[in-house]
């Protein structure tokens, strides 16, 4: 193992409208950690995304971090943790799941690599809750996962080669825990079968190239329309994007961002104008970016 080495995990946007907490797509921004042994250990977070994080081993990476020496049953050795990301915090782009990963694989590098994939994602899900973001963080592309008592299950799928993603992300955070809670305790049969039928039919069109059918596939009942009002404008882009040259929208994971896909060979400049459009009728201030989906996953380089 490289005295020093860095590992890079992806952003990630979950569910896709109907695949509540089974599908997630990896997004080019980067959590990066760059791990140095020596005597003691050090955290560093740096830059504006990380202001005000612990700098210490109460940071949640680092905490990740024990979770695998933990799993392993030794002790991690001492090093200087520096800390970078591009994802923003609680915005609804996995976050959370990219320092989760990010800090998990460093941790097993470390450990001289005692885990497997699969032993990694299926602890990164149990961590979270939902395998959704950790899977394409992990593995990179469009992930479809199951998590129960058994284990955790995925197929990974490279997406459509002209698919492209177009996000909108609004300067307000909003907490999972939060997105959460203002969803039922139980749905009625109409909406599940719904929801089953739905998410079918959206890996169904990614995985064949059916990017015609996303703006059909990819409505929801489960989670959308009750989140609706912690996200001002959500509905204003579900119903209009497609009109813009989006070929669908949805909230991605718990919000506030949403994201809409569009063919990658035309001009997103009339799905940003209204994106824009929509931010200030709404009194909002925010970024609109095309992203490139990621392929890659979690990558580690030694230096």
């Not at 109409?190 to 996303?214: E, F, I, M, P, Y």
């Not at 909230?251 to 994106?275: E, I, Q, W, Y």
Request: proline share 6%; net charge negative.
């Amino acid at each position: 193992m490289a005295k020093v080495f860095t590992v890079r995990a992806p952003a990630s946007s979950a569910n896709l409208g109907p695949g509540f907490d089974s599908l997630g797509l990896s997004l080019s921004l980067f959590t990066t950690l760059r791990l140095t042994r020596q005597s003691r250990t050090e955290v560093v977070p740096l830059g504006p995304e990380l202001s005000g994080t612990p700098a210490d081993e109460s940071n949640y990476i680092y905490k990740a971090m024990q979770v695998t020496a933990r799993r392993v049953g030794r002790e991690l050795p001492a090093v200087r943790l520096e800390i970078q990301t591009q994802v923003p915090l609680a915005r609804g782009l996995g976050s959370s799941a990219a320092a989760l990963v990010a800090g998990l694989v460093a941790a097993n590098v470390l450990l001289d690599e005692a885990l497997s994939q699969g032993e990694l994602l299926d602890m990164a899900a149990r961590e979270e809750g939902h395998a959704d973001n950790v899977a394409a963080a992990l593995l990179g592309g469009l992930a479809v996962t199951t998590l129960d008592k058994v284990g955790t299950h995925f197929v990974r799928m490279e997406p459509p080669p002209h698919l492209g993603v177009t996000v909108l992300i609004p300067d307000f955070e909003l907490s999972t825990s939060k997105a959460r809670a203002v969803l039922p305790r139980e749905y009625s049969r109409a909406d599940t079968v719904h929801a089953l039928s739905h998410a079918a039919l959206t890996v169904a069109a990614l995985s064949t190239g059916r990017l015609d059918l996303l703006r059909h596939a990819m409505q929801d009942y489960v989670h959308q329309i009750w989140r609706a009002p912690l996200v001002p404008g959500l509905t204003d882009v579900l119903e209009g994007a497609a009109d813009h040259g989006a070929l669908s929208a949805a909230l991605s994971g718990a919000g506030p961002t949403v994201l809409c896909f569009h063919d990658a060979r035309g001009s997103t400049a009339p799905l940003h104008a209204f994106l824009n459009g929509v931010m200030r009728r709404n009194g909002l201030a925010g970024r609109v970016l095309d992203l490139p989906i990621d392929l890659g996953g979690v990558v580690v380089e030694g230096d």
